[in-house]
């Protein structure tokens, strides 16, 4: 079974902190996505991942930064927080090319 | 262009009845349409896909109607039952290159009533 995890179900931050979001796929998948999940605006993807080290902006990039330096592992960084990044974040992998996407249980992220 | 529009947000079916979710889409390139199921506390599983090059899939209870030439595609659940209440999202993937990206809709929570 494909896993993939999230390093925290819900996190508490204040505003200005910066905020590291991690996410571990256990499949040897090449593609790794982040997005962010609000009522009524669906899935948004912040950043996606093709291969190590290589990344590319998705529809909301702007306020976070991403790091993949292993193949397993996708970092979403808010470098400071702020109370409208309030949200669902899901991080989600998948094989090569148009496959199925995987995704994680979500982290609930609340910016005080 | 890249939009998918999902409608309805919400639906309340009685268990039995026909559940049915649509998205339209404006891209014609996009040329692979999935439904991802999402129970609360989980994230989004693949529920059924279907290409542009057939008009209707069924697995089991749930079928895509795809229609190319209006650009929508739904989704229907037959014999609707409460384990079915979930948010729904349909998405569009255009299958050229190697980066796998969808594009959501909006999402549509469904209840199914007892």
């Known amino acids: 079974d494909v896993k993939v995890t999230q390093s925290s179900r819900y996190l508490v931050k204040r505003t200005g902190e910066k905020v590291f979001l991690e996410c571990v796929q256990d499949m040897d998948h090449e593609n790794m996505f982040w997005y962010r999940q609000d009522p009524g605006l669906g899935l948004r993807l912040i950043y996606f991942s093709y291969d190590v080290k290589m990344k590319e902006k998705g529809d909301i990039p702007e306020g976070y930064s991403v790091s993949r330096e292993k193949k397993e592992r996708f970092s979403l960084i808010l470098e400071s927080a702020s109370t409208n990044q309030t949200s669902m974040y899901l991080c989600?992998?998948?094989?090569?090319?148009?496959?199925?996407?995987?995704f994680g249980p979500g982290t609930r992220l609340l910016v005080l | 262009q890249q939009q998918v529009k999902q409608s309805p947000q919400s639906l309340i079916v009685q268990k039995g009845g026909i559940s049915i979710i649509n998205c339209a889409y404006e891209n014609t390139a996009f040329d692979y349409f999935p439904w991802y199921q999402q129970f609360p506390g989980k994230g989004p599983a693949l529920l059924i896909a279907?290409?542009?090059?057939?008009s209707e899939k069924k697995e089991g209870r749930f079928t895509i109607s795809f229609n190319k030439s209006a650009k929508q595609f739904s989704l229907h659940i037959m014999d609707s039952q409460p384990g079915d209440s979930a948010t729904y999202f349909c998405?569009?993937?255009?299958?050229?290159?190697?980066?796998?990206?969808?594009?959501f809709g909006q999402g549509t929570t469904l209840q199914v009533k007892p």
């Open positions: 279907i290409r542009p090059d057939v």
């Open positions: 989600a992998s998948s094989p090569g090319g148009p496959k199925t996407q995987y």
């Open positions: 998405a569009a993937s255009i299958t050229s290159g190697n980066t796998g990206k969808l594009i």
